[in-house]
């Protein structure tokens, strides 16, 4: 399986919103909907935040929504709080085939 | 709620192997898959296999095929994964998480292990 890419950062204000990237290929990203987002802050065990591309765990704040169009799935981020500031991985899986975790994106609340 | 409690930190030498527990709670064990993910320092994460803890049944990833064995002991709802010819590039935290099989979402995880590889 390609490699899942990402942007390396991004940034807003508290109150903004922020989009995610996830960029795949049309064998997996565009082909199936199995990609999940995870938060993770420094020193802490990474959090599910969505899964089946849209869905959100119980607990999840409804601030965070994924979507996904062809070959590129996104996770948006409103209403900033400085809680959100955190590193994003997105994951990409084609059934029995390896999960490969994207880049990982890093937001930073100005 | 549901919990999985991983086993402590671990400090290996080259050539070695490490086994590293995931005790889970708060649900039926044998529903669910565990995942292993590793996170190096200053990396992303990288799915190293799963187990599903019904039958057994397990996939790895082919870049750790050889080196890496999951097991199970539902008894105890207790998931392991033990590496061995252990190198300085293993040097890792070490997570489990539950998966509902079909889902893709890994949720929740263990608090993680850090296994070390220095002589």
């Known amino acids: 399986q390609s490699a899942v890419t990402q942007p390396a950062s991004v940034s807003g204000s508290p109150g903004q919103s922020i989009t995610i990237s996830c960029t795949g290929t049309?064998?997996?990203?565009?082909?199936?909907?199995?990609v999940s987002w995870y938060q993770q802050h420094p020193g802490k065990a990474p959090k599910l935040m969505i899964y089946?591309?849209?869905n959100r765990p119980s607990g999840v704040s409804d601030r965070f929504a994924g979507s996904k169009s062809g070959n590129v799935a996104s996770l948006t981020i409103s209403g900033l709080q400085a809680e959100d500031e955190a590193d994003y991985y997105c994951t990409s899986h084609i059934p029995n085939n390896p999960y490969v975790f994207g880049s990982g994106t890093k937001v930073t609340v100005l | 709620q549901v919990q999985l409690v991983q086993s402590g930190t671990e400090v290996k030498e080259p050539g070695a192997s490490v086994k590293v527990s995931c005790k889970t709670s708060g649900y039926t064990f044998t529903s669910y898959l565990i995942q292993w993910v590793r996170q190096a320092p200053g990396q992303k994460p990288e799915w190293m296999g799963w187990i599903f803890a019904d039958s057994g049944d397990t996939r790895y990833s082919p870049n750790l095929q050889g080196r890496l064995t999951i097991t199970r002991d539902t008894a105890a709802s207790t998931a392991y994964m033990e590496l061995s010819r252990l190198r300085s590039e293993d040097t890792a935290v070490y997570y489990c998480?539950?998966?509902?099989?079909?889902?893709?979402?890994?949720?929740?995880w263990g608090q993680g292990t850090l296994v070390t590889v220095s002589s």
């Open positions: 089946g591309v849209i």
């Open positions: 049309s064998s997996d990203i565009g082909a199936y909907n199995y």
């Open positions: 998480a539950r998966e509902k099989v079909g889902d893709a979402g890994f949720d929740p």
